[in-house]
């Protein structure tokens, strides 16, 4: 039995590799990540599990380095790995076999469905929420790529616009346009994460958000989704939308993809209640003194914080206004001052008020005071 597996492995490995490139005659050596070359070292020493290994070969497969016809299911597949297959991934681990010959093996283990892999997948309905989708020139409708993160910025389309440094085997899918505007980094679009503020783009994620878990900056990853060129950005080049962020841990193995759909929806906040305000000033004043105010603004109730309050003030005369804004503080209050001109008209001053906070009712109050000549 073992003379006959050896025999069938031995043919396998003759099988020819498909490498990502064109059919041309001269064959091209496969570029396999180091850290796939470090997993397999964990693995062959039995740091990791076979299941952690199979990540790093799907890698392999979604990204073209190896080309695994579909095949349906073996019923009398193994339900293990062979151990000359960990023999192999020491010696190539250690640089005693190269490249070639170890992804043969591989592949002939995964066609034969001795070890099982999935192949990369994008989520389709993301396409149905990306803003403005025309301005996207779409290379890859789905694929992978490794770096690691330089930046998160969050956006008013809702989106997290993160850079990422490409690890070296992917430089060439950024462009000049990266280069000159994102610092050489792919830029990847998380559409959909966070609130809408940009009017035009409401649309777009309405009742629905697509939560990723963004690790930090400095976190090794691996990115799956859509590759394609901005065309309103100079035709630099991005992954969006993004279907998963995934962490490369330290030992080579990939986190699992946590991202999920949320169906929401954007209602506009109903008001909590209606603004009340009230002014504690001189209602008679001495031309040429200050005049003391304190804007109150309160649900009729409470004292209201973090109110927008802006104040204007007629001059008895019609001709002379004054203006002034800004917050109410933690006791619902705003407070200004001025000195009135010795020579203003004197009669009566009108001063309008409004106060407004998202989740209130908006509030205008008219109030006036008297402004008399000195004896």
Known sequence: MTKNLSLYLILGISLVVLISHSANVTAQEPSIPSWIKNN????????IEDSDFTKGIEYLINQGIMKIPQTKPNANQSNGIPSWIKNNAKYWSE????DSEFVKGIEYLVSNGVIAVNTVQCDPILWEHVYHPQRLNIIEVCTQVSGT???IREELDGDYHIRLALDPEYQDMVNQANVDQQHGDLVLELICQNPVEQQDAIQSCQDFRYIINVPPV???VLVTGSYVLDL???????????????????????????????????????????????????DYITRGTVQEMTVEVSDGTNPVSGAAVSVHVTYASGDTT????????????????WTIGGNSKPGIFQVDIDATKDGYIPAHQTFSFEVVSAS
Request: charged share 20%.
């Open 40 to 47: 397999a070292k964990y693995w062959s020493q039995g740091q």
């Open 95 to 98: 640089g005693q076999i190269d």
């Open 149 to 151: 993160i330089e930046n």
């Open 218 to 220: 400095g976190t090794h």
């Open 232 to 282: 309103e950005h100079g035709s630099w080049a991005e992954i969006h939308p993004v279907t998963a962020i995934q962490e490369i841990l330290p030992n080579g193995t990939v986190s699992a993809n946590t991202a999920t759909v949320q169906k929401t929806t954007n209602k506009p906040q109903a008001p909590s209640g209606t603004l009340r305000i009230d002014l504690a000033e001189h």
């Open 322 to 337: 004054k203006d002034f804004s800004g917050v109410t503080d933690s006791n619902g209050a705003f407070e200004l001052s």
